[in-house]
């Protein structure tokens, strides 16, 4: 799907770096990942977004997951499975978006509700993953290379 957004759109909020956190939220045991549409493009991506001032990418994935999903995820059983530049349809030469990429293995599928900009909420199996925003199928790929190891 082709994704148009106009110059109002496209502005980040600094030049340079703008980071964000995003969750790779599996169900090892149902082999499911938790993932969420956006409002904005309607695409289908990870739970995630901007990382606030006053916290740190970990703080900011476990807030943005519980505010697009209602999930309270833990740092018990947590990797990084990424960090750096990602492709985003809002990324210019003189601003673009760097994340973190956060795998939180659960062993159950807990209910999920879309909230904040997220349209819908839903765990969906591994084996039959639509197209994901921006650089997210990559993210998930390092997932799943930590969860074989």
């Known amino acids: 799907m082709e994704v148009h957004m ?3 759109e496209r502005k980040l909020w600094h030049k340079g ?19 969420i549409q956006r409002e904005d493009t309607e695409q289908w991506a990870l739970p ?3 990382v606030d001032e ?6 900011a994935v ?8 209602g999930l309270v995820i833990t740092t018990s059983d947590k990797d990084l ?3 750096g530049p990602v492709e985003d349809p809002r990324n210019s030469d003189t601003a673009w978006i760097e994340t973190s990429g ?17 349209k819908s909420a839903q765990w969906t199996p591994l084996d039959t993953l639509p197209e994901l925003y ?3 199928q990559q993210i998930v790929e390092n997932a799943l290379r930590s969860l074989d190891n």
């Not at 770096?17 to 993932?35: F, G, H, S, W």
């Open 6 to 8: 106009d110059n109002a």
């Open 17 to 35: 770096p703008n980071y964000t956190a995003d969750a790779v939220i599996i169900n090892t045991t149902e082999q499911k990942i938790l993932l």
């Open 48 to 50: 995630g977004g901007f």
């Open 54 to 59: 006053d916290e740190t990418p970990l703080q």
């Open 62 to 69: 476990q807030r943005e997951a519980f505010e697009e999903t």
């Open 81 to 83: 499975v990424y960090q």
């Open 102 to 118: 956060y795998l939180f293995r659960l062993t159950a599928e807990l209910e999920a509700t879309a909230g904040d900009d997220a």
């Open 134 to 136: 921006g650089s997210h």
